[in-house]
């Protein structure tokens, strides 16, 4: 019991480049995202001499901003990937279900 209108979409051309699109770019941030986010633990537990040395005449050390960094990464690949979803991929899915309901 399949449904022609699935059959349909899964062998749509279109279907098929959406799918490699949109898993490629999320393969290629989520290893951008580890190789930040565990990069910085590596710092944490191999270079604390590093992370501890202060900036200036404060108290703030270089592992704030550093940190900080990790976190405002973490929110601007969000962002990129939302804007790619709504933008481009979207589109593709639009055109898919165009195409399917013909």
Known sequence: MSDPV???ILRNP??????????????????????VYYGYIALIAFNKPFLA??????????????GMAVIIFTIVITGIYVRR????????TKEILKDAAK
């Open 85 to 92: 979803a709504n933008g481009e991929f979207d589109q593709l």
């Open 53 to 66: 040395k202060p900036m200036g005449a404060g108290v703030t050390t270089l592992g704030i901003p550093i």
């Open 6 to 8: 699935v059959d349909k």
């Open 14 to 35: 279109k279907y098929q480049e959406l799918q490699s699109k949109r898993n490629s770019f999320g393969v290629l941030l989520s290893i951008l995202m580890l190789v």
